[in-house]
């Protein structure tokens, strides 16, 4: 059984540049949600998705955004890179019936030069 | 008060030693308190976790202690290993219905380093 899948592991992108970020959630899940998680800090949460649809939104600036497919997979966008938004980018998936028991991929860690 | 405060920032026990982490929150919303375990380069693996209805849920040599009253919550890591030297959450999130729903909030962590 497949945990949270994560890619690409590591990424280098130059000030200014787009990126995105994808995700495959385990095996039975339906919600994914997004978290940004800087060096020595928690993770904070940007948003979740179910059902193709942005349920929750934490407090980041529109330049990050989302999508789901219909597989339930994600994609984390970032538009217009910032040096500060260089970070370890994590997925978490969840069954939207569940008891609130979310599971983390890897990560991917993100560095804006 | 969507904060979860976390303390201490760093811990060192000898191994066989019980290591303990304490937390407390503000949201009287929150029904879910999870512990996480994070390796380094690694994302947060769900460790054990508690809903208020309880005051202690032992899985192992991992005991979280809740305090609904205090609103405060702690985790206990009896006999420590060297294994066991991580990083470790405590978070919490709420039902649906309010703003921080399924948003699990972390507190800033824990550094364990537990020596041999």
């Known amino acids: 059984d497949a945990g949270v899948t994560q890619s690409p592991t590591h990424l280098i992108k130059t000030r200014g540049q787009q990126v995105t970020l994808r995700c495959s959630p385990k095996s039975g899940h339906d919600t994914v949600s997004w978290y940004q998680q800087a060096l020595g800090q928690g993770p904070q949460f940007i948003f979740q998705?179910?059902?193709?649809?942005?349920?929750q939104r934490g407090n980041f600036p529109d330049r990050f955004s989302g999508h789901q497919f219909p597989n339930y997979s994600s994609e984390l966008n970032v538009n217009a890179l910032l040096l500060g938004d260089s970070a370890l980018y994590l997925c978490?998936?969840?069954?939207?019936?569940?008891?609130?028991?979310?599971?983390f991929g890897p990560g991917t860690r993100l560095t804006v030069t | 008060q969507q904060q979860v405060k976390q303390s201490p920032q760093s811990l060192i026990v000898q191994k066989g030693g019980i290591s303990i982490i304490n937390c407390a929150y503000e949201n009287t919303a929150f029904d879910y308190f999870p512990w996480y375990q994070q390796f380094p380069g690694k994302g947060p693996a769900l460790l054990i976790a508690?809903?208020?209805?309880?005051s202690e849920k032992k899985e192992g040599r991992f005991t979280i202690s809740f305090n609904k009253s205090a609103k405060q919550f702690s985790l206990h890591i009896m006999d420590s290993q060297p294994g066991d030297s991580a990083t470790y959450f405590c978070a919490a999130s709420a039902p649906p219905g309010g703003t921080s729903y399924d948003k699990v909030i972390f507190g800033p962590g824990t550094s364990l380093s537990v020596i041999p």
């Open positions: 978490a998936s969840s069954l939207v019936t569940g008891s609130h028991e979310q599971y």
């Open positions: 508690i809903r208020p209805d309880v």
């Open positions: 998705y179910y059902e193709e649809e942005e349920r």
